[in-house]
């Protein structure tokens, strides 16, 4: 699991880079966040709180490429899941 969990944590510091460097490459980064969910949504033993930071920055680059449905269902996903937490 740790081993997992250091390759989202790779792939999403790989975004950040891509999307910085590179002249906010967006396609790039959301091919890269993609990577991290998958990885991410298939462990056991879920991390929540990086799962909602990838979800929140795939929000973000689609709405960089003009989208607007898609981050606005992602944000809600995120809000349901942060209640279900607190709850």
Excluded at 12 to 26: D, G, M, N, R, T
Excluded at 40 to 60: F, I, P
């Amino acid at each position: 699991m740790y081993r997992k969990s250091a390759l989202t944590k790779y792939f999403l510091e790989q975004c950040c880079i891509i999307a910085i460097s590179y002249y906010f490459k967006f396609d790039e980064a959301k091919l890269l966040l993609e990577k991290a969910l998958t990885l991410l949504t298939s462990q056991e033993d879920k991390d929540w709180d990086l799962l909602m930071k990838v979800n929140r920055a795939v929000a973000g680059v689609l709405t960089s490429l003009g989208l607007e449905n898609e981050p606005e269902m992602i944000l809600a996903r995120i809000r349901t899941i942060e209640e279900t937490i607190r709850s």
